[in-house]
């Protein structure tokens, strides 16, 4: 079993940072690949970004690309959602997921967080 745990939410104003880590009990942490989704107010789930196993390789969704910085460190069982030049659009809920597959899509991945608030104030 897989228990993930994100952290690192909160209000913050646009053009700012915050760094999401996701926390990863279990031992098969350091062979599957990781995911961030996030659920803006009133919408559905989205991609925003996917590493593989290994640290490679990883995809964004082109609305965060160049922004946002997806990594893990296997050794801490730990995942990373760097987000720079956050925008009011950026609003969500954003939940960090687990599986044994590297996909962009949120049915790939069983294992999944509790979700962290971040609202980016304009």
């Known amino acids: 079993q897989v228990q993930l745990v994100e952290s690192g939410g909160g209000l913050v104003q646009a053009g700012d940072s915050l760094r999401l880590p996701c926390t990863s009990s279990?031992?098969?942490?350091?062979?599957?690949?990781m995911g961030w989704f996030c659920q803006p107010p009133g919408q559905e789930r989205e991609f925003v970004a996917a590493?593989?196993?290994?640290?490679?390789?990883?995809y964004y969704a082109d609305s965060v690309k160049g922004r946002f910085t997806i990594s893990r460190d296997n050794a801490k069982n730990i995942a990373y959602l760097q987000m720079n030049s956050l925008k009011p659009e950026d609003t969500a809920v954003y939940y960090c997921?687990?599986?044994?597959?590297?996909?962009?899509?949120?049915?790939?991945?069983?294992?999944w967080g509790q979700g962290t608030q971040v609202t980016v104030s304009s």
């Open positions: 590493i593989g196993w290994s640290g490679v390789p990883a």
């Open positions: 279990g031992r098969a942490f350091s062979t599957y690949a």
């Open positions: 997921a687990s599986g044994p597959v590297l996909r962009t899509t949120g049915s790939a991945y069983p294992y």
